[in-house]
């Protein structure tokens, strides 16, 4: 089954849900604003995207600019930061079985859930 980390207010994150809708594929979506995942399951996540957490972090977002960007944090900081601020987390993200991939190029989704 496919999960979602999903945000409402995305147009990419609606773009992305729609399209997994249409694939007629059992998914699961994760509200990730209301319900932040664990240290563990943000890990994970990592884990299966392939990437360094610096690398999920939205690094335009005010509250990274104004707490986060100047320091130097470890990669365990890093998680703990989008815990803590899940706005920081980028989105959406589609896991699949144990790989994982940030949505917001469709055709690269379409690929990724074929």
Known sequence: M???YHNSRC???????????????EYKV??????????????????????????????????WIENYKDQKLDDKQVILAMISNPILIERPIVVKGNKAIIGRDLEKVSKFIA
Request: net charge positive.
């Open 30 to 63: 994760i509200h990730y604003l209301t319900h932040p995942p664990s240290f563990e399951e943000l890990s994970t996540i990592i884990e299966k995207l392939n990437i360094k957490p610096f690398d999920l972090v939205r690094q335009k977002e005010k509250i």
């Open 11 to 25: 147009g990419k994150s609606r773009q992305c849900l729609a399209l997994i809708q249409n694939s007629k594929l």
């Open 2 to 4: 496919l999960q979602i």
